[in-house]
C-alpha cells in the first residue's frame, strides 16, 4: 500500500457543482497534512494546510479525519479556473522534514 | 519577486553531458529542497538542505547528482553524464523552519530538464 493515496481521476463536474476528493495516508503518526494545487507544466503552489479542526478559505474546505487516516478537499460552486490537479502532501511521522507526495486528482470543471 | 527562483527554467542537452541548476529560495527560509516530478506523478523527494548542512537524500539519487548550498543561501543540483530517464521537472522549494507554518513548503517554477 502506498504511503499517500489518491484517487487520481479525472473528476469532469459543471460549473457551479460541489466537488469533493479524499487522500488517505498510512501512518497514523503523521502530523501535518497539505493540499496543493498544480496546472499542467507548473509548479505545485500550496492550497491550503489541514488542521484537525477543519479550515476553509472561500469556496475550498479541508477536513482531516484521523480516524480512518485521510484528509479531504470540498470545493463549492466549481469555476472554470478550477481545473487543475490537486495533490495531498502528508509528513512521514518522525521526520517533518519531508513531505510524502500523492500522484495528484485531476479535475475538470465544464461550462 | 520574492518567492522560491531557479534557473535555468528549461534545459535541453544531449546523453552524456553535465547540467546544473540553481535555486534562490525565500530570503527568511532555512529549510531548503528538491524535487523531482514526471507527467502524472507527484513530486518526488531528492535532497534537503537546513542552512548549509545536507541532511538527508533520498536513496533513489544515484551518484550521478549532487547538490550543494555553500553558504546556506542559494543551492545548485548537479547532473553529471545525463540520461534520457533524467528528463523530468526539477523542483526546488523552501520553507520557514520553524513556527506553526515551519513544515510549509513553497515551490520555484521548476527546472524542466529534456536530455536528447
Known amino acids: 500500500r502506498k504511503e499517500v493515496e489518491q484517487d487520481p481521476g479525472p473528476f469532469n463536474v459543471p460549473e457551479g457543482a460541489t466537488v469533493a476528493f479524499n487522500c488517505t495516508y498510512s501512518?497514523?503518526?503523521?502530523?501535518?497534512f497539505f493540499w496543493y494545487r498544480q496546472d499542467c507544466r507548473k509548479e505545485p503552489k500550496l492550497l491550503m494546510s489541514v488542521y484537525s479542526s477543519g479550515n476553509e478559505d472561500g469556496r475550498f474546505t479541508a477536513q482531516l479525519n484521523r480516524a480512518s487516516q485521510y484528509i479531504s478537499l470540498l470545493i463549492r460552486d466549481s469555476k472554470l479556473s478550477d481545473s487543475a490537479t490537486y495533490l495531498c502532501a502528508v509528513n512521514r511521522a518522525g521526520n517533518n522534514r519531508k513531505l510524502i507526495w500523492g500522484l495528484g486528482t485531476s479535475l475538470a470543471v465544464n461550462p | 519577486d520574492t518567492g522560491v527562483s531557479q534557473d535555468p527554467r528549461h534545459k535541453i542537452t544531449k546523453r552524456g553531458q553535465n547540467v546544473t541548476f540553481r535555486c534562490d529560495p525565500i530570503?527568511?527560509?532555512?529549510?531548503l529542497y528538491w524535487y523531482r516530478q514526471t507527467l502524472g506523478q507527484g513530486p518526488e523527494f531528492l535532497t534537503y538542505?537546513?542552512?548549509?548542512?545536507?541532511?538527508?537524500k533520498s536513496r533513489l539519487l544515484s551518484d550521478r547528482f549532487s547538490a550543494e548550498r555553500p553558504k546556506g543561501s542559494f543551492s545548485t543540483l548537479e547532473i553529471q553524464r545525463t540520461e534520457q530517464g533524467d528528463s523530468a521537472m526539477y523542483l526546488c522549494?523552501?520553507?520557514?523552519?520553524?513556527?506553526?507554518?515551519?513544515?510549509?513548503?513553497?515551490f520555484g517554477e521548476g527546472s524542466w530538464l529534456t536530455v536528447v
Open positions: 501512518n497514523s503518526a503523521s502530523q501535518s
Open positions: 530570503s527568511e527560509h532555512n529549510r
Open positions: 538542505f537546513q542552512n548549509e548542512a545536507q541532511l538527508e
Open positions: 522549494a523552501s520553507s520557514p523552519g520553524q513556527g506553526v507554518t515551519g513544515n510549509t513548503i513553497y
